[in-house]
């Protein structure tokens, strides 16, 4: 007889916050559902982030039929994909797994490399911040607009040099933390920005105080390039999105440029 493979223990612990809204054509749910089946110990936080198509219902249901791997978290009204972000994160982290991280609801990262970034974070105990990248090689399937590849690369090379770090891409929507009390610091308080949040995010990161035997947190954070990654029609990221985008990212380069050193 065929054995049936055991998933149960294979990965561990992590909560998964994927920001929606207006998802409801786009949330993949038999990936979703193809996924929890083989890591059970994955779960997914929804959050909607005030929708007004049928998102509500789509993660209802999702939840109705697993209610072990799906949750969902609603805002009362719109409030942007960083404020989704961090409530679903103090959320997630407050129920304590071994790791977080967030998704984008488009599942533009595919769920395959889920594993791979725990994998990375199990690999190394140093390791607390793993990032996917989304960086052409050959034999890897990176598909970009042309115009949002080159003009993402100027951003993600304004935003390493404001942050001092030498990071490829601080826009991919593909996350993950190793929870420890310092990270909650890090969702503390909102974010100044809706688009450039992620930039904020590793700003706060690099910031939070060290034990003596640790690391300086650069070192903390490992970019994972990523196998594949699909540009999935139905951005909400217009160009007056990516205008706000630069001026709020030459803001926080002031801001950081500003703090004493
Ligand atoms: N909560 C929330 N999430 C958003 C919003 N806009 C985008 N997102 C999330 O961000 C992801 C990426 O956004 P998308 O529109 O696909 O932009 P792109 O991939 O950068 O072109 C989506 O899959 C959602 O998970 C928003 O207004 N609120
Ligand atoms: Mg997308």
Known sequence: MESVPDHSTDLPKCILVVPCYNEEKRLPTG??????????????????????DGTQSLLESLKNTAPESFDVVMLDRNRGKAEAIRCGMREAIARKPVYVGFWDADLSTPLDEVPRFLQRMQQD?????????????????ISRRLTRHY???????????????????????????????ALSEVFDKPFASRWVFDVELLDRFLRLPIAADQPPRGQQIVEVPLQKWTDVA????????????AFDLLRLAFRIRARPR
């Open 151 to 181: 003009l993402g690369r100027i951003f993600a090379t304004l935003a390493s040099l404001s942050l001092g770090l030498p990071v490829y891409d601080t826009q991919c929507g593909a996350k993950l933390f190793r929870v420890t009390p």
């Open 31 to 52: 990936s979703l559902e193809i996924f929890r089946h083989q890591h059970p110990n994955v779960k997914f936080l929804f959050v909607n982030d005030g929708s007004h």
């Open 125 to 141: 105990s140093n390791i607390e911040m793993v990032i996917g990248s989304r960086v052409q090689l050959l034999g890897r399937e």
């Open 234 to 245: 139905g951005s909400k990221l217009g160009t007056l999105d990516c205008l706000q985008a």
